[in-house]
């Protein structure tokens, strides 16, 4: 490892403090200054024994009732997900108008059309870069979710005027959105909700990764490449990204709020020691969750012959590490140099790989056409001479995928799912600590009311006080050893009561 990161010889100190687990104090601390500063009620963190930290129910909860919300840490939407779905880049709620929303996925399913490669834009998923490619048929079909010849394309002027809002659609006012707010930095990538959702983003990661043309030339080229190659092989990197910024932009507060104090009492500090205790004020809430090095964890794919085990840990290694150097060359920072070596890289990514929850918030799209499809006689007719051409060069697939929805929740990096609602893969400090059993008492479901990119937790029996609070990982039906094979890619063997009493 350090033959190919020399910063990994260079910060060995840093780093191994960076990667000491978090002792029990530091631990309960941590989460219960979380749980104060987010008012969550009715919950704790405990670590008991060997078994690790878990979430446990400080009152009594009943079915079906709201356990936690947890807003995300950082998350990302998927690079293909971002053609169907025009969300707020950071709370991830819809924006701009059902209108918009159409015109926007029918222009670029037009566009995609015409675009016979259009496969190879901005691919994010893993099936297509992953799989055997030798079979085209199969690999385009999933790239392409709905094949064009079953949609009735719209006149262009017909989506172009949905998009500009001079068409609009009736009863649309009922499932009004946020205007669209462009990023102050002129990216064109990065939409929001608000002003505060795009102040919050570009104070908490954003103004390190924004391409916007107030960047420096050489800067952005540089993301722009770091982007390019996370999109082609695995987006898990942009979420990497979003914490190391984060975990700088985190630094520089606390040590410049430091500086203040200091002027204020006329006081000083060891400046050596001083770094790296910032450092490690940063890290916290990577730290806090940190298990093991991606390229160890990941789960062998099973196209991957296990002879091979070795040479694709390997080549994982390698992604990271060719993954890094381009976002070193973007946002390299003097002071956070530990951050850049392979093995807070591969400690980070590994962290995603094991904790990441699906993004998933349910389209108002869908809800708009579920709402005219509920309309009756006369009305019904009137709406659908417009609506109905709509449909039909959405696809003939569309109410499929309505109905589809609820299933796909747990679908991570399925292009074959709905592409209505937005998927991505986000981090969340809180819903992190739950462990798994496969008879869980709560679930992550989202309600009619959860409209934004947080996870929530709902009581699926009635919880007592005192009780850990768990959800299931896998298929919790499906057979003793089927739960047991997917739960192996976590890490870990079941010894839940269903387990127990389910072993042969
Ligand atoms: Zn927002
Ligand atoms: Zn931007
Ligand atoms: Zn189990």
């Given at each position: 490892?350090?033959?190919?990161?020399?910063?990994?010889?260079?910060?060995?100190?840093?780093?191994?403090?960076?990667?000491?687990?978090?002792?029990?104090?530091?631990?309960?601390?941590?989460?219960?200054?979380?749980?104060?500063?987010?008012?969550?009620?009715?919950?704790?963190?405990?670590?008991?024994?060997?078994?690790?930290?878990?979430?446990?129910?400080?009152?009594?909860?009943?079915?079906?009732?709201?356990?936690?919300?947890?807003?995300?840490?950082?998350?990302?939407?998927?690079?293909?997900?971002?053609?169907?779905?025009?969300?707020?880049?950071?709370?991830?709620?819809?924006?701009?108008?059902?209108?918009?929303?159409?015109?926007?996925?029918?222009?670029?399913?037009?566009?995609?059309?015409?675009?016979?490669?259009?496969?190879?834009?901005?691919?994010?998923?893993?099936?297509?870069?992953?799989?055997?490619?030798?079979?085209?048929?199969?690999?385009?079909?999933?790239?392409?979710?709905?094949?064009?010849?079953?949609?009735?394309?719209?006149?262009?002027?017909?989506?172009?005027?949905?998009?500009?809002?001079?068409?609009?659609?009736?009863?649309?006012?009922?499932?009004?959105?946020?205007?669209?707010?462009?990023?102050?930095?002129?990216?064109?990538?990065?939409?929001?909700?608000?002003?505060?959702?795009?102040?919050?983003?570009?104070?908490?990661?954003?103004?390190?990764?924004?391409?916007?043309?107030?960047?420096?030339?050489?800067?952005?080229?540089?993301?722009?490449?770091?982007?390019?190659?996370?999109?082609?092989?695995?987006?898990?990197?942009?979420?990497?990204?979003?914490?190391?910024?984060?975990?700088?932009?985190?630094?520089?507060?606390?040590?410049?709020?430091?500086?203040?104090?200091?002027?204020?009492?006329?006081?000083?500090?060891?400046?050596?020691?001083?770094?790296?205790?910032?450092?490690?004020?940063?890290?916290?809430?990577?730290?806090?969750?940190?298990?093991?090095?991606?390229?160890?964890?990941?789960?062998?794919?099973?196209?991957?012959?296990?002879?091979?085990?070795?040479?694709?840990?390997?080549?994982?290694?390698?992604?990271?590490?060719?993954?890094?150097?381009?976002?070193?060359?973007?946002i390299f920072d003097r002071e956070c140099e530990p951050f850049f070596s392979l093995e807070i890289y591969g400690h980070i990514i590994g962290m995603f790989e094991l904790n990441?929850?699906?993004?998933?918030?349910?389209?108002?799209?869908?809800?708009?056409?579920?709402?005219?499809?509920?309309?009756?006689?006369?009305?019904?007719?009137?709406?659908?001479?417009?609506?109905?051409?709509?449909?039909?060069?959405?696809?003939?697939?569309?109410?499929?995928?309505?109905?589809?929805?609820?299933?796909?929740?747990?679908?991570?990096?399925?292009?074959?799912?709905?592409?209505?609602?937005?998927?991505?893969?986000?981090?969340?400090?809180?819903?992190?600590?739950?462990?798994?059993?496969?008879?869980?008492?709560?679930?992550?479901?989202?309600?009619?009311?959860?409209?934004?990119?947080?996870?929530?937790i709902i009581a699926q029996r009635s919880i007592c006080k005192g009780e850990e609070i768990t959800?299931?990982?896998?298929?919790?039906?499906?057979?003793?050893?089927?739960?047991?094979?997917?739960?192996?890619?976590?890490?870990?063997?079941?010894?839940?009561?269903?387990?127990?009493?389910?072993?042969?």
């Amino acid at each position: 490892m350090d033959s190919i990161c020399p910063i990994g010889s260079r910060c060995a100190t840093q780093i191994s403090a960076l990667l000491t687990p978090p002792s029990p104090f530091q631990l309960q601390e941590y989460y219960h200054n979380l749980l104060s500063a987010r008012q969550c009620s009715g919950i704790t963190v405990k670590q008991e024994g060997n078994f690790g930290k878990g979430l446990y129910a400080d009152m009594d909860f009943k079915e079906g009732e709201l356990v936690l919300k947890d807003p995300m840490f950082v998350g990302v939407q998927h690079t293909l997900n971002k053609i169907d779905c025009l969300v707020c880049s950071f709370c991830f709620r819809f924006i701009g108008s059902i209108e918009l929303q159409i015109g926007r996925r029918l222009y670029m399913q037009q566009l995609k059309a015409n675009d016979s490669d259009g496969c190879n834009v901005g691919n994010s998923s893993k099936h297509c870069h992953d799989m055997d490619s030798s079979d085209e048929d199969k690999s385009s079909q999933q790239c392409t979710s709905d094949s064009s010849k079953t949609k009735v394309p719209l006149p262009e002027a017909v989506v172009e005027s949905l998009m500009n809002g001079q068409l609009v659609l009736p009863f649309s006012e009922k499932f009004s959105l946020p205007p669209a707010v462009p990023c102050p930095g002129g990216c064109r990538e990065a939409y929001y909700c608000s002003m505060s959702c795009a102040e919050a983003d570009w104070d908490s990661s954003h103004s390190l990764l924004c391409t916007g043309e107030s960047s420096d030339p050489a800067h952005r080229e540089a993301l722009l490449k770091f982007i390019k190659h996370a999109n082609e092989t695995n987006d898990i990197f942009l979420l990497a990204a979003k914490a190391i910024s984060s975990t700088i932009l985190r630094y520089h507060k606390l040590k410049a709020a430091s500086f203040e104090e200091q002027l204020k009492h006329n006081t000083s500090c060891d400046s050596n020691n001083s770094n790296l205790y910032f450092l490690l004020e940063a890290w916290k809430p990577i730290w806090m969750g940190h298990k093991r090095r991606w390229w160890d964890c990941i789960a062998l794919p099973d196209d991957v012959d296990p002879s091979d085990e070795a040479s694709f840990r390997l080549q994982i290694k390698e992604l990271a590490f060719e993954s890094l150097q381009l976002l070193k060359t973007a946002i390299f920072d003097r002071e956070c140099e530990p951050f850049f070596s392979l093995e807070i890289y591969g400690h980070i990514i590994g962290m995603f790989e094991l904790n990441n929850l699906d993004l998933v918030v349910a389209s108002p799209v869908e809800d708009y056409f579920l709402y005219i499809d509920d309309l009756t006689y006369p009305n019904k007719e009137e709406v659908e001479k417009i609506t109905q051409p709509i449909l039909d060069a959405l696809g003939e697939n569309y109410s499929i995928y309505c109905e589809a929805l609820l299933k796909l929740v747990l679908c991570l990096y399925c292009l074959n799912a709905s592409n209505l609602e937005v998927k991505g893969t986000a981090f969340f400090p809180l819903q992190s600590c739950l462990n798994h059993s496969c008879c869980p008492n709560a679930k992550a479901f989202k309600r009619d009311e959860d409209k934004d990119g947080q996870a929530t937790i709902i009581a699926q029996r009635s919880i007592c006080k005192g009780e850990e609070i768990t959800i299931s990982y896998v298929d919790e039906d499906l057979p003793f050893e089927e739960r047991q094979a997917s739960l192996a890619d976590y890490g870990f063997r079941c010894r839940c009561p269903k387990c127990i009493e389910e072993e042969p």
